[in-house]
């Protein structure tokens, strides 16, 4: 059999690689189809971090995905936390899965390791691979793999019995013993004592490359990558190194040389590429059933409760379900009817009792909830069930924004808690649906501009000040990139351009940006599912805190339920001052129905008196606020979806319009009726809609496909 790819195990994600980030997967999954290989696998260092984002790239690069990990096996028990040098704590070992069982395990495996053996890595250890080898091929890994480690030392009796246990833990045909050649001499006299256990215990060899970075050339931004995740500068003598130079994607023709001596090795590469198929589900909702009381199944128990809340948000509402409204006559029971149907037909009926479920909870436990916003205000369900309390009609809000047969993905409530509290509705949740069945979710801080060009210059010991005179030429502007600030500022480019260390540093910074800098619990995110979590990702630990690996769109694109448990701390102000109210004048205030039409109220906001007001409390919104003078709360609802980057160029023209409606211009006389409240200038997303169905002829679901591009 000719050589038909280049079989490779990838470390993404690590504190040492240059290939984390959706983009530099995107980049080598690219690379390895330019150099004709049919698959490429990853072995995360003890994480699954980049598993899903290889997935979707090597798919769209045609690609063949092997998912796999890099594991730490612990010498005895995980449980065993005995102090000694930090090779002796752990070892490495490949593990690939098969099919879906195999990845199944292999997230069990990795979660294992975090929740019960985590010594100064994650650590599994020989009970557990065995209980999860089902599915998965195992390879022997690197140098610090247990089997070239005792091959290093001179003790081959030793590696023998390691090997043959690994063999009798995953079964015959299912460990391979690994051969990896980056120009280190020891790797070589290693390769040859494997040559020789391969013949004595019938155990394949298979040939792989450690990549940590897509070309050779990128060999002194990872050494800088290197120093910059160990604390060292490159001038530091004793630091860690990758010797050799060689951690980069190889083309088939440079792995058949390296290892002419073992030809089968090569040609495992394919077998194996041949054996892993795994197929990831995505979009498909897993919503955990909602128990509901007896007598009643999930749809008419949502039926039952929405009802009930439609008549007591509308108690003017007459026998048809006919209410007059802003619209006119308005039949409020059929747009109830209408959203319900929808939320059957997509298959989220659980998922408003569970939100429903728990918002109740706070609520009758004296926990302050937010009014709700973003989309979901634009759903009856929502309003009758009390997870929101923004009346959908009297805004003209939309529910298809929110929930469309015509764009299929999860409904999105974020809910504000007091930030005191807050945790307590997540004991709840956790409590209700079992602990191992909730987490929290990971999320990455990232390289930017500015800090990657300040590390980029510590690593390489520049001088502090010149750093520092580059790091302020970046424009202070939200998602700025190195390359995007070159073309905005001449004085960078002209130092670019002219001054060597300059270009070196900021070639250097380029390649660094955009990379994960650290992993964090999300500040408000909480993944809830039907079976335990590590059934559907794999689990991390953060501060003792269990936390998912995948990150929120991606536990989203994988049908998870993830909500948004957010404290705010302006909720927990204002419950106090409620409580303080009650207590010095001993008056209780209802916050739900604070009347909106004193003009005491907008004069003092007029007069940009907000300090400690929610989103107008700014010096811009300040002086936003005494320009625009506001009279209602309309007023004040357009200003605030004004003061963000893109509308704000639109704040001028609202003004005029406001205050001499001769200034009004609609480029079309079918705009009048949509942008008459806002003066003539498209403010709210609805609006948007709005526009795209009355003069395209758009449907709802449609017109929100617009409004999101």
């Known amino acids: 059999m000719g050589i038909s790819m280049n079989f490779t195990h990838l470390h993404v994600h690590t504190e040492y690689s240059l290939l984390d980030g959706s983009s530099k997967i995107g980049e080598i999954t690219k690379r390895a189809k330019e150099l004709g290989m049919d698959s490429l696998a990853i072995t995360d260092h003890g994480v699954m971090y980049g598993v899903i984002d290889f997935y979707k790239a090597a798919k769209e690069a045609g690609i ?182 060689q951690y980069y994607c190889k083309s088939p023709e440079e792995m058949a040389e390296l290892f002419s001596y073992a030809p089968q090795a090569i040609e495992n590469t394919y077998k194996i590429a041949q054996r892993c198929n795994v197929e990831i589900e995505f979009g498909v909702t897993k919503v955990p059933k909602y128990e509901v009381p007896e007598g009643y199944d999930s749809w008419s128990y949502l039926n039952h409760l929405c009802y009930e809340g439609l008549a007591k948000r509308y108690p003017d509402m007459n026998a048809d379900g006919e209410i007059d409204s802003t619209q006119g006559i308005y039949n409020i029971k059929e747009r109830l009817e209408y959203e319900l149907s929808v939320i059957q037909t997509m298959g989220y009926v659980d998922y408003f009792l569970i939100v429903w479920d728990f918002i109740k909870y706070a609520k009758d436990h004296g926990i302050i909830v937010g009014p709700g916003r973003g989309s979901a205000a634009g759903s009856m369900v929502s309003y009758c069930l009390q997870i929101t309390t923004i009346d959908p009609l009297r805004y003209d809000l939309i529910f298809e924004r929110f929930l469309n047969p015509e764009r299929v993905s999860m409904p999105d409530i974020d809910v504000d808690f007091c930030y005191e509290r807050r945790q307590e509705v997540i004991d709840y949740v956790i409590s209700k649906y079992g602990e191992d069945h909730v987490a929290q979710i990971v999320t990455f801080g990232t390289l930017a501009a500015r800090a990657a060009i300040k590390d980029v210059g510590r690593a390489l010991a520049m001088p502090y000040a010149d750093v520092d005179r580059i790091s302020k030429m970046i424009p202070t502007e939200l998602g700025i990139t190195i390359k995007k600030a070159l073309q905005m500022n001449p004085d960078l480019k002209k130092a670019y351009e002219n001054e060597e260390d300059t270009h070196h540093l900021i070639d250097m910074s380029m390649r660094l940006e955009g990379l994960p800098r650290h992993s964090s619990t999300h500040a408000a995110g909480v993944v809830i599912c039907r079976e335990p979590v590590m059934e559907y990702v794999p689990l991390s630990a953060n501060d003792g805190q269990v936390n998912t690996q995948y990150t929120m769109t991606l536990l989203e694109e994988l049908g998870l339920l993830k909500m948004d448990f957010l404290g705010l701390r302006t909720l927990t102000v204002i419950q106090n001052a409620v409580q303080e109210v009650e207590r010095i004048h001993g008056v209780k205030l209802d916050m739900e129905h604070l009347p909106d039409n004193d003009p005491a109220v907008y004069q003092l906001i007029s007069q940009g008196k907000t300090e400690g007001v929610f989103q107008l409390e700014s010096g811009g919104m300040k002086q936003f606020m005494r320009e625009l003078e506001p009279t209602c709360l309309e007023d004040l609802i357009a200003g605030i979806s004004l003061y963000r980057p893109g509308p704000m160029d639109f704040i001028p023209k609202y003004i005029k319009g406001k205050n001499d409606k001769d200034n009004i211009q609609y480029t079309h006389p079918a705009l009048e009726p949509i942008l008459k409240n806002t003066y003539g200038c498209i403010v709210y997303q609805e609006q948007v809609m709005q526009i795209v169905m009355k003069l395209a002829g758009y449907t709802l679901g449609r017109s929100d496909l617009v409004r999101r591009a």
């Open 64 to 245: 063949k995905p092997i998912l796999g990990c890099e594991v730490y096996v612990a010498p005895g028990s995980r449980f065993e936390k005995t102090p000694g040098e930090s090779e002796d704590r752990y070892y490495h070992l490949v593990l690939l899965a098969e099919n879906n069982t195999g990845y199944q395990n292999l997230m069990k495996i990795v979660s294992r390791g975090f929740t019960e053996g985590f010594y100064y890595k994650p650590r599994v250890d020989y009970e557990v691979l065995t209980e999860y080898h089902e599915g998965i091929i195992a390879l022997s890994a690197c140098l610090a793999g247990e089997v070239q480690r005792y091959l290093a030392r001179g003790m081959y009796e030793m590696g023998m019995e390691a090997a043959k246990r690994y063999e009798n833990i995953f079964g015959k045909g299912n460990f391979f013993l690994e051969l990896q050649d980056h120009g280190i001499s020891t790797q070589q006299y290693v390769n040859q004592q494997l040559v020789r256990m391969s013949e004595e215990l019938n155990i394949e060899l298979v040939a792989t490359n450690d990549i940590h970075y897509t070309y050779a050339e990128d060999a002194d931004a990872h050494d800088i990558l290197l120093c910059i995740q160990t604390g060292k500068m490159v001038t530091d003598e004793n630091r860690m190194r990758y010797e050799g130079g």
